[in-house]
């Protein structure tokens, strides 16, 4: 038969307690981390600072496949930042950059800081995208390594291509009609008349709020542009325009985002998908944009 020291016995029942109790804490809040990192990569995929399109996902791992180095989110983090605030580029136009050399470093088989300019030029032969696509490209390249990462002599020998003048071909205001008539929503039929009548940018319609469209006036003051590249004013939109817009305006959902016409980027890019099969008309904000230029010239000759 044992004996044994019952207030060493009681310490000893205590420390277990204690450590089993410990070690349930410590599970409890690391499922609870877990758990709110899932919902947050499952659930993250609106839009970022209220635009409609979507940012590119910092959050992800690295491409196993990525040379040890300064890891991708911190450095595509930087980039970003410099772009924005250093370069003043537009949100749009750091997104695009960033993602472009998001692509880039997913491809790279080296640490960034040993890229030459064979590895960028390796890169770029085997791109099969468009020549404009190849210039913006090329350009977030150029930015990257010449201004971010000062290191001009990797990108200094690559040239954009040359830009093959094609004279615009104008719609006419049959098509136009036609291409009207098959639209499906109130929402497509107020951003059609909006495009055709003010001549703005796709993404000055996009980012309207309320308090930059005087509705008495019919007067526009869009608010989009972040950047030097760009430039804009006012505009006016006619009653056809005044009439779309108010329908649409009656019958809009409620939405966290205050822009007039929230839209995710897939729905941007879809936008008139239907009338363009229905009708072979390949028409788009810029095309609307085209003909509205089209038209004022014509009225000022006329007069």
């Given at each position: 038969m044992l004996y044994s020291d019952k207030e060493l016995a009681g310490k000893a029942r205590?420390?277990?307690?204690?450590?089993?109790?410990?070690?349930?804490?410590?599970?409890?809040?690391?499922?609870?981390?877990?758990?709110?990192?899932?919902?947050l990569n499952n659930n993250g995929k609106s839009d970022i600072q209220g635009l409609w399109w979507a940012g590119p996902d910092l959050n992800r791992r690295p491409s196993a496949r990525q040379a040890p180095g300064l890891p991708t989110i911190e450095l595509l983090t930087r980039f970003r930042e410099f772009l924005k605030v250093d370069l003043r580029r537009s949100d749009k136009t750091a997104y695009e950059?960033?993602?472009?050399?998001?692509?880039?470093l997913n491809a790279l088989p080296k640490p960034v800081e040993s890229t030459t300019a064979d590895d960028v030029r390796q890169y770029l032969k085997n791109l099969k995208v468009s020549s404009a696509q190849y210039k913006n490209i090329l350009m977030a390249m150029k930015v990257f390594f010449r201004d971010f990462r000062k290191a001009p002599e990797t990108v200094s020998s690559f040239k954009?291509?040359?830009?093959?003048f094609k004279p615009k071909q104008i719609l006419s205001k049959e098509q136009l009609q036609q291409f009207y008539k098959h639209l499906q929503t109130k929402k497509e039929k107020a951003l059609f008349m909006l495009y055709a009548t003010t001549g703005l940018r796709r993404d000055e319609i996009l980012s309207l709020k309320p308090e930059d469209i005087d509705f008495e006036k019919r007067m526009i003051t869009p608010d989009s542009h972040r950047g030097e590249t760009k430039k804009s004013w006012?505009?006016?939109?006619?009653?056809?325009?005044?009439?779309?817009?108010?329908?649409?305006?009656?019958?809009?959902?409620?939405?966290?985002?205050?822009?007039?016409?929230?839209?995710?980027?897939?729905?941007?890019i879809e936008l008139w998908r239907h009338a363009r099969e229905e009708t072979g008309f390949d028409i788009t904000p810029q095309k609307l944009r085209q003909w509205f230029c089209s038209e004022m010239l014509s009225s000022k000759f006329c007069v």
């Open positions: 205590n420390l277990v307690c204690n450590f089993n109790k410990t070690f349930e804490n410590h599970l409890k809040q690391l499922l609870i981390q877990l758990s709110s990192a899932n919902s950059h960033t993602y472009y050399i998001k692509k880039f954009f291509p040359h830009q093959v006012v505009s006016f939109y006619n009653e056809e325009a005044e009439q779309a817009l108010d329908d649409y305006l009656r019958t809009k959902r409620q939405s966290r985002s205050e822009r007039l016409f929230p839209m995710q980027r897939q729905e941007v």
